[in-house]
C-alpha cells in the first residue's frame, strides 16, 4: 500500500446484509455524501445473488458519477457481522484476514459469507485501494468475562469458541456517542442504555463509553424478540422439538431464525403492519406487540442493575426510531427507575435526534437515528489515513447538530 493522495477523501461503504447489499459513498472532507442506495430482494429473481448484487451497485456509482475506479477514493469500508475474538478493531483486509472471516461463517451463515462476497467483489475491482473490515462484534470486545461467558464446561466453550460476542457494534457504538452529545455531556462520562431495534434487534449497557453488556451473544439470535428471530428461550425448547417434535437442526435453526419472533407470533414482521392490525382490535399482533415490548422492558430493568446510573435510554434504528407506541409501551411504569417518557414529545415524528422524556424523568429517554454507515467511513478512514482520532468527532458537533 502506498501512502493516501492527500486529495483522496472518499469513503466507500459496502453494508452487505442477507438479502440485501446498502452503499454509501462518503466524502471525508466535507461530511457530504455524493451517492448511496441500496440492492434488496437479493436470491428472488432478479438478482440472482450477492455478486451479482454488487455489479449492479458498481453500476449505480458509475452512473452517479462516482464509480469505483474513482482516484477520490481513499479506502472502502466494509460491515462484517462476526469477528469473533480475533478482530476487535477496524482492520485492514488482507487474504489471511478474508480466510479468517470465512472462518466464522458457521457463528453468522446469513451474514459473514455476504459481506466476504462484498469484500472479494470490491479487491478485485480495486486492488490497489485499502479495504477495511469494520466488524459488528468489535464494540462489544470489552465486556466483562462474567457477561460474555455462558455458565457452561469451560473446555467445551473453549473448544467450540461458545461465547457470547455481540453485534449491531458499530450502531451501538455511534448511537451510545451521540446521546452523550444531545445530553452535552462527555461519552466518558455517560451510562446509556442503547436499544437497536431493527429487523434484527439487540440492547446493550455502555459505561462511561465502553460496552458492559449486550443482548445478542454466540450469533445475532439470543437476547430481545425481533422480525423473525425468536431471542431469548429455554434452550431445552430446542431437545424438545427435535426429541417429540422430530425436528432436525437445521429445520429449528430456520424455525427460530427466519420464522420466529413477531413474524411466528402474529404472521407479520413489520411494526407498521401491526400496528395497523392492533388499532382493527386483531389480537394475535397485540400478543406479538407485548411480547416484543415485555422483552423489551426487562432488558432496561436488567441494564438498569448492571450500570448502576442510566443517565439516557437511546432508541434507534427502525423500529426505535419510528414507533411512538413501541417507545412508550417498552418505558410504561417505570417511573420507579427515574424514567418517564413525555407523550407530546414522543408523538413528534422526524428524522433528528430527540429528547422524548419528560422534564421530572431523572434518566433521558432519547431517539437516536443511527448512522453504521458514518462510523463505518469514520473508523476506515481514521486506520487509512493514521488520524489520531475518528472523525466522527468532528462530523457530530458537541451542541447544534440536534438542535
Ligand atoms: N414508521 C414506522 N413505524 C414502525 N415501525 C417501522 C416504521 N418504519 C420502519 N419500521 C420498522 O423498521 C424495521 C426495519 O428496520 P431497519 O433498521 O431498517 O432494519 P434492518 O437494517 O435490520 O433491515 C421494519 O421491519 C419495520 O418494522
Ligand atoms: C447482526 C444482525 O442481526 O444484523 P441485521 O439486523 O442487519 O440482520
Ligand atoms: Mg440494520
Same mark, same amino acid.
Given at each position: 500500500m502506498t501512502d493516501p493522495d492527500p486529495a483522496a477523501t472518499r469513503v466507500l461503504v459496502l453494508n452487505s446484509g442477507s438479502s440485501s447489499v446498502k452503499y454509501q459513498l462518503l %466524502?471525508?472532507?466535507?461530511?457530504?455524501?455524493?451517492a448511496s442506495g441500496i440492492v434488496e430482494r437479493? $436470491?428472488? &429473481?432478479?438478482?440472482? %445473488?450477492h455478486a451479482a448484487a454488487l455489479k449492479i451497485v458498481a453500476d449505480e456509482l458509475a452512473a452517479q $458519477?462516482? &464509480?469505483?475506479?474513482?482516484?477520490?477514493?481513499v479506502a472502502v469500508g466494509h460491515r462484517v457481522v462476526h469477528g469473533g475474538t480475533r478482530f476487535t478493531e477496524p482492520t485492514l483486509i488482507t487474504d489471511d484476514v478474508v480466510a479468517e472471516v470465512e472462518k466464522l461463517v458457521p457463528l453468522a451463515p446469513l451474514h459473514n459469507p455476504a459481506n466476504i462476497t462484498g469484500i472479494k467483489v470490491a479487491r478485485r475491482m480495486r486492488p490497489d485501494l485499502p479495504q477495511v473490515a469494520v466488524f459488528d462484534t468489535a464494540f462489544h470486545s470489552t465486556m466483562p468475562e462474567h457477561a460474555a461467558?455462558?455458565?457452561?464446561?469451560t473446555a467445551t466453550a473453549d473448544a467450540y469458541g461458545v461465547r457470547r460476542y455481540g453485534f449491531h457494534g458499530t450502531s451501538h457504538a455511534y448511537v451510545s456517542r451521540a446521546a452523550a452529545r444531545l445530553l452535552e455531556r462527555e461519552p466518558g462520562e455517560t451510562n446509556t442504555i442503547v436499544l437497536h431495534l431493527g429487523n434484527g434487534a439487540s440492547a446493550s449497557a455502555v459505561s462511561g463509553g465502553v460496552?458492559?453488556?449486550?443482548?445478542?451473544?454466540?450469533?445475532?439470535?439470543?437476547?430481545l424478540v425481533m422480525g423473525t428471530r425468536s431471542g431469548d428461550?429455554?434452550?431445552?425448547v430446542i431437545f424438545h422439538l427435535a426429541r417429540v417434535?422430530?425436528?432436525?437442526t437445521d429445520e429449528i435453526d430456520t424455525l427460530l431464525n427466519?420464522?420466529?419472533?413477531l413474524l411466528g407470533l402474529?404472521?407479520?414482521?413489520d411494526m407498521r403492519e401491526i400496528g395497523r392490525r392492533m388499532a382493527e382490535g386483531d389480537r394475535a399482533a397485540q400478543l406479538a406487540f407485548d411480547v416484543y415490548v415485555h422483552r423489551l422492558r426487562k432488558y432496561v430493568g436488567a441494564y438498569t442493575a448492571v450500570l448502576g446510573r442510566v443517565d439516557a435510554i437511546a432508541f434507534t434504528a427502525g423500529v426505535g426510531e419510528n414507533s411512538a407506541a413501541v417507545r412508550e409501551a417498552a418505558l410504561r411504569g417505570l417511573e420507579g427507575l427515574g424514567v418517564e417518557v413525555d407523550p407530546v414529545r414522543n408523538a413528534v415524528r422526524g428524522s433528528a435526534s430527540r429528547l422524548v422524556s419528560s422534564?421530572?424523568?431523572?434518566v433521558a429517554v432519547a431517539v437516536i437515528p443511527t448512522d453504521e454507515e458514518l462510523e463505518i467511513a469514520d473508523q476506515a478512514y481514521a486506520l487509512v489515513t493514521d488520524?489520531?482520532?475518528?472523525p466522527s468527532d468532528w462530523n457530530i458537533p458537541l451542541r447544534n447538530k440536534y438542535r
Open positions: %466524502d471525508m472532507a466535507d461530511g457530504s455524501r455524493p437479493i $436470491g428472488e &429473481g432478479e438478482v440472482a %445473488d $458519477g462516482a &464509480g469505483l475506479d474513482s482516484p477520490a477514493l461467558r455462558y455458565a457452561i464446561d460496552c458492559v453488556e449486550t443482548s445478542m451473544g454466540l450469533t445475532p439470535l439470543e437476547g428461550l429455554d434452550p431445552a417434535g422430530g425436528m432436525s427466519k420464522r420466529s419472533g402474529c404472521g407479520d414482521n422534564g421530572n424523568s431523572r488520524a489520531a482520532q475518528a
